[in-house]
């Protein structure tokens, strides 16, 4: 359940990211996720849309590139992606080790959107409060 201040964490980046350009909103965040990260992608996902409710990252897309793990062969030096039930590296069948490939955690890119149309509705909004 570590996947909530995570969410969190990265709403924060990518508004201050917003910020910074001045943007409207955000329009998406592309978010790299190691299958050995420890974190679930689609926990993030789901979390997203109710933590970024009323921020600047509402409604933004987010786009979610899972990295598979991938061994080294201590051997032959080979990086292999293992196979169901063996560690065996397909060059040399040597015994393969585990590498940071897989592990991979970050934002990206942040996509913001800037147009005056948008900031134009906003403010609208802003009024009508
Ligand atoms: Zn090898």
Same mark, same amino acid.
């Given at each position: 359940m570590h996947e909530l201040p995570i969410t969190e964490q990265i709403i924060k980046i990518a508004e201050k990211h917003g910020r910074k350009f001045r943007a409207s909103r955000i329009e998406s965040i592309r978010l790299i996720v190691g299958e050995n990260s420890g974190f679930i992608g689609e926990s993030i996902r789901m979390y997203f849309d109710i933590v970024a409710a009323g921020s600047m990252c509402e409604g933004a897309r987010l786009e979610?590139?899972?990295? %598979?793990?991938k061994l080294k062969c201590p051997s032959c030096g080979e990086f292999f992606y293992r196979k169901p039930l063996s560690f065996a590296c397909p060059a040399c069948g040597a015994c393969g080790e585990p590498t940071e490939i897989g592990r991979e955690f970050y934002i990206d890119s942040v996509t913001v959107s800037t147009d005056s149309a948008?900031?134009? #509705? #906003?403010? %609208?909004d802003r009024r009508d409060i």
């Amino acid at each position: 359940m570590h996947e909530l201040p995570i969410t969190e964490q990265i709403i924060k980046i990518a508004e201050k990211h917003g910020r910074k350009f001045r943007a409207s909103r955000i329009e998406s965040i592309r978010l790299i996720v190691g299958e050995n990260s420890g974190f679930i992608g689609e926990s993030i996902r789901m979390y997203f849309d109710i933590v970024a409710a009323g921020s600047m990252c509402e409604g933004a897309r987010l786009e979610i590139e899972y990295v %598979k793990p991938k061994l080294k062969c201590p051997s032959c030096g080979e990086f292999f992606y293992r196979k169901p039930l063996s560690f065996a590296c397909p060059a040399c069948g040597a015994c393969g080790e585990p590498t940071e490939i897989g592990r991979e955690f970050y934002i990206d890119s942040v996509t913001v959107s800037t147009d005056s149309a948008d900031a134009a #509705r #906003r403010n %609208k909004d802003r009024r009508d409060i």
